[in-house]
């Protein structure tokens, strides 16, 4: 009895121990699914919502005809610029070189950012997944920094075309301007890869809305748990070599244009020495102050409430005002287009003349 009495506390203790342990484990089991998920959550973020115009909801129809309208007139206006530039050989001198490539870039730069916000207008659909945010914002920072680049040779074309007219054909051929056509496209898409493939590395949790109307580099990085002081090194000194160097050679090519022009006896002479480079010095005084405005100056409350309208100049009217400025105030693109139009119309004419013959003789 007495035996018995010592090892029935003894089972009991073993049992109890054995359904502790069982039951520890199953507890353990099913907490250890919901921490993994919870903490999934928390990192792991698969798409972003914009904010862009939510506070206009009533103006999304008007908005959206406004911005197509846009978006028509910018491609349009782009795509015509570049095709006359391969079609006229009297625009096949480097300077309509650079402009033919600036064309084709800012209609690369409007199918970047104005198609989704024509969907977010007309459907309401205002998120966009991790894979196209990353897309968007590669070839939009791919595209700005050849913009400076490419701004950069024509100031620089512009500043050899009047302060150096005798070394002018030796200097800019045709290799020059594919060199610096080509280097400008390569820097630019090389540079913000290295951007682009930090911020993929970074997670993401959290809130996941943006206070823009596309993937722009601060409101996404905004949004990161993770330490961004390396991401957002690299970015800054990226950002420097694609914007400053070409900045300043524009700003000495203009300095030394202005100095040559005043230098120049004739009125007649300084007028055409002007309206050589005045549409360009237009175009880059339009980018680069917006630039300055949104990315430089201080985020103080004023400026960060105006930064999504400034964000428009650069995105959308910049490459709408582009091909009006260089149409309207170059009588060279105004010449080749009113031959273009001819060349239509009298196509038009021709074949109208012909469907008719083919009628009558069919009749």
Same mark, same amino acid.
């Given at each position: 009895?007495?035996?018995?009495?010592?090892?029935?506390? /003894?089972?009991?203790?073993?049992?109890?121990?054995?359904?502790?342990?069982?039951?520890?484990? =199953?507890?353990?089991?099913?907490?250890? #699914?919901?921490? =993994?998920?919870?903490?999934?959550?928390?990192?792991?973020?698969?798409?972003?919502?914009?904010?862009?115009?939510?506070?206009?909801?009533?103006?999304?129809?008007?908005?959206?005809?406004?911005? *197509?309208?846009?978006?028509?007139?910018?491609?349009?206006?782009?795509?015509?610029?570049?095709?006359?530039?391969?079609?006229?050989?009297?625009?096949?001198? #480097?300077?309509?070189?650079?402009?033919?490539?600036?064309?084709? *870039?800012?209609?690369?730069?409007?199918?970047?950012?104005?198609?989704?916000?024509?969907?977010?207008?007309?459907?309401?659909?205002?998120?966009?997944?991790?894979?196209?945010?990353?897309?968007?914002?590669?070839?939009?920072?791919?595209?700005?920094?050849?913009?400076?680049?490419?701004?950069?040779?024509?100031?620089?074309?512009?500043?050899?075309?009047?302060?150096?007219? *005798?070394?002018?054909?030796?200097?800019? $051929?045709?290799?020059?301007?594919?060199?610096?056509? /080509?280097?400008?496209?390569?820097?630019?898409?090389?540079?913000?890869?290295?951007?682009?493939?930090?911020?993929?590395?970074?997670?993401?949790?959290?809130?996941?809305?943006? $206070?823009?109307?596309?993937?722009?580099? +601060?409101?996404?990085?905004?949004?990161?748990?993770?330490?961004?002081?390396?991401?957002?090194?690299?970015?800054?000194?990226?950002?420097?070599?694609?914007?400053?160097?070409?900045?300043?050679?524009?700003?000495?090519?203009?300095?030394?244009?202005?100095?040559?022009?005043?230098?120049?006896?004739?009125? +007649?002479?300084?007028?055409?020495?002007?309206?050589?480079?005045?549409?360009?010095?237009?175009?880059?005084?339009?980018?680069?102050?917006?630039? +300055?405005?949104?990315?430089?100056?201080?985020?103080? =409350?004023?400026?960060?409430?105006?930064?999504?309208?400034?964000?428009?100049?650069?995105?959308?009217?910049?490459?709408?005002?582009?091909?009006?400025?260089?149409?309207?105030? $170059?009588?060279?693109?105004?010449?080749?287009?009113?031959?273009?139009?001819?060349?239509?119309?009298?196509?038009?004419?021709?074949?109208?003349?012909?469907?008719?013959?083919?009628?009558?003789?069919?009749?």
């Amino acid at each position: 009895m007495i035996d018995l009495k010592v090892d029935i506390p /003894g089972d009991m203790s073993f049992c109890s121990a054995f359904l502790d342990q069982l039951l520890s484990k =199953k507890i353990a089991s099913k907490m250890q #699914p919901l921490t =993994k998920t919870k903490q999934g959550n928390q990192s792991i973020i698969t798409e972003f919502i914009f904010l862009d115009f939510k506070d206009a909801q009533e103006w999304q129809v008007l908005l959206f005809l406004v911005f *197509l309208v846009i978006c028509i007139i910018s491609m349009a206006g782009n795509i015509l610029v570049a095709v006359l530039v391969v079609a006229d050989q009297h625009l096949h001198t #480097p300077m309509y070189f650079f402009l033919g490539n600036l064309s084709c *870039l800012e209609t690369c730069y409007t199918s970047t950012i104005l198609p989704r916000m024509l969907a977010s207008f007309l459907t309401g659909h205002r998120t966009i997944s991790m894979r196209a945010c990353l897309t968007q914002m590669y070839f939009f920072g791919a595209l700005g920094a050849a913009e400076c680049y490419l701004l950069a040779a024509m100031s620089y074309d512009r500043y050899l075309a009047i302060c150096k007219p *005798l070394h002018y054909v030796g200097l800019m $051929n045709g290799k020059s301007c594919l060199q610096l056509a /080509g280097g400008s496209w390569i820097i630019a898409f090389l540079t913000i890869s290295i951007i682009v493939l930090l911020i993929s590395r970074l997670t993401f949790c959290g809130a996941n809305e943006i $206070n823009h109307f596309f993937c722009d580099l +601060t409101p996404v990085v905004k949004l990161a748990c993770t330490d961004t002081r390396v991401m957002e090194l690299t970015a800054f000194i990226s950002a420097s070599i694609v914007t400053l160097p070409p900045f300043l050679l524009t700003v000495v090519s203009y300095v030394l244009i202005i100095g040559t022009v005043l230098r120049i006896p004739s009125t +007649t002479g300084k007028q055409r020495a002007f309206s050589t480079c005045s549409t360009h010095l237009i175009v880059v005084t339009i980018f680069y102050g917006t630039l +300055t405005i949104v990315y430089v100056l201080p985020k103080t =409350k004023t400026l960060r409430d105006l930064n999504k309208v400034l964000s428009l100049f650069y995105t959308v009217l910049t490459p709408l005002a582009n091909p009006l400025i260089y149409s309207l105030r $170059n009588k060279e693109v105004k010449q080749s287009l009113r031959k273009a139009v001819r060349k239509f119309m009298a196509f038009i004419r021709i074949q109208a003349i012909r469907m008719n013959l083919f009628k009558l003789i069919k009749s």
